[in-house]
């Protein structure tokens, strides 16, 4: 379908913690970088003014990336605030007069999902629905069951295509690099099958603790908060076939693909792991069982990755804050000069972060008279600081009507059949100390494909 420019940003949770984090310093980054210049509509209920709501957003910006002069003079003057409850249809009629002549807005919930469906029936019934798109912030449900019933929620008056599913991750530009190194450079292509991958590991660790979230998390978990939707989404861009045809769908019809071949979880497959001490964070329950650490081995059944084990594991209060891929490849049938190989020298790094960097491993010779050689790492490194901000280039596409960096129905709900059959306290919790890489346990399920390969960093931000 043609896409079209949105007229008018609205955004839910205007006055919360994801507003003054992201989307205030996305929305000044889109006026400066790309000329941003339509109504933008903060909603909640909060009792503010606009004056109080303009006050909020110099201060995230002061906080986060800096103020830009002029962007933000003009971020002031096209920021608007409708106070008021989700339930009443007058907050709703507000919002239609602040849109004005606006005629094709974008609505951005940064609201708990319990809400989503109470504002997408308010904004159909008060008209502000019209030719408009919806963004709707993770987590996409609680389960399978939950995700399906969202869903149809949301398309009692959103068709699918006016659905934008933000998981910030897909927006990262080192995610982005992985597509792109993949399919860019012909080298990787012939090999990037079961015929020459041994395993693939990902990792994502976090130096710290659960902070001050220790009632959302208790109620989440490791495997829900990143698993079954970060981590998944990277497996697929790592992992998918390449996408045929020049439409925005064709990525996500390959995603979607892959991750419905991916074999559902058991628990024979999964660790879980929790940090002592988790237990004495405010909100967490005191007999806890909800894990801080997860290992898991997954397999797809496909022609390309039949038989290739592949570990992901997550967790915080782990020794660096660093996620990455690698994939080990399989060592020739018989070794030339009779050495015994390890198998740093036939693996692959990508870095995600805190910096970006591609790494292949390789064996050279040492200089001398003997057929000996030792193992050495080729690697392209550099900051991210300067790419351009998740939130700011998904809120960008979103108003364009561009979803491939969204997460589609079908994807969402295929990441939740793989995690369904472990949700829950169905496998032991092991205790692990902070500052180590999880429980023991996690080194008995990668086995013979191992040790895991621990994100060394020299400089974290």
Known sequence: MPTFQSDALVFFGATGDLAYKQIFPSI????????????????????????????????????????????????TELLRYVDGDYADATTFTNIRKELGSAKQPTHYLAIPPILFGTVAKGLARSGCG??????????????????????????????????????????????????????????????????????????????????????????????????????????????????????????????????????????????????NGYRSVPGVAADSTVETFIAVKLFIDTWRWADVPIFIRAGKELPVTATEIVVEFKRPPRETFGELVPGTSAR?????????????????????????????????????????????????????????????????????????PILGNVTPVYTYQPGTWGPDEAQQLIGTYGPWVDPQVLREK
């Open 130 to 275: 019209d030719n408009a798109r919806v963004v709707v912030e993770k987590p996409f449900g609680h389960d399978l069951a939950s995700a399906r019933e969202l869903n149809r929620t949301l398309h009692q008056y959103f068709p699918e295509d006016r659905i934008f599913r933000i998981d910030h991750y897909l927006g990262k530009e080192p995610v982005q690099n992985i597509l792109y190194t993949r399919f860019a450079n012909p080298i990787f292509e012939p090999i990037w099958n079961r015929n020459y991958v041994r395993s693939i590991q990902i990792t994502m660790a976090e130096k710290f603790g659960v902070q001050d979230r220790g009632r959302f998390y208790d109620e989440t978990g490791a495997l829900r908060d990143v698993v079954q939707n970060h981590m998944l989404q990277v497996l697929s861009n790592l992992a998918m076939d390449p996408p045929t045809g020049e439409d925005h769908e064709a990525v996500r019809d390959e995603k979607a693909g892959l991750l419905k071949a991916i074999h559902s979880l058991t628990p024979d497959c999964v660790v879980r792991g929790q940090y």
């Open 28 to 75: 000044q980054g889109l006026i400066r970088d790309e000329g941003l210049s339509i109504p933008i509509i903060g909603v909640a209920k909060s009792g503010w003014s606009l004056d109080q709501l303009r006050a909020r957003a110099k201060d995230s910006l002061e906080k986060h990336g800096g103020i830009d002069q002029n962007a933000f003079k003009k971020l």
């Open 348 to 420: 692959m790094r990508l870095r995600v972060s805190p910096d970006i960097s591609i790494a292949l491993g390789v064996r050279v010779k040492v200089p001398g008279e003997r057929m000996v050689g030792s193992d050495v790492e080729l690697m392209l490194q550099r900051q991210a600081a300067a790419d351009e901000p998740p939130y700011q280039r998904l809120l960008g596409d979103a108003m364009r009507g561009i979803g491939e960096l969204f997460a589609r129905q079908d994807s969402v709900e295929a990441q939740w059949r793989i995690v369904e």
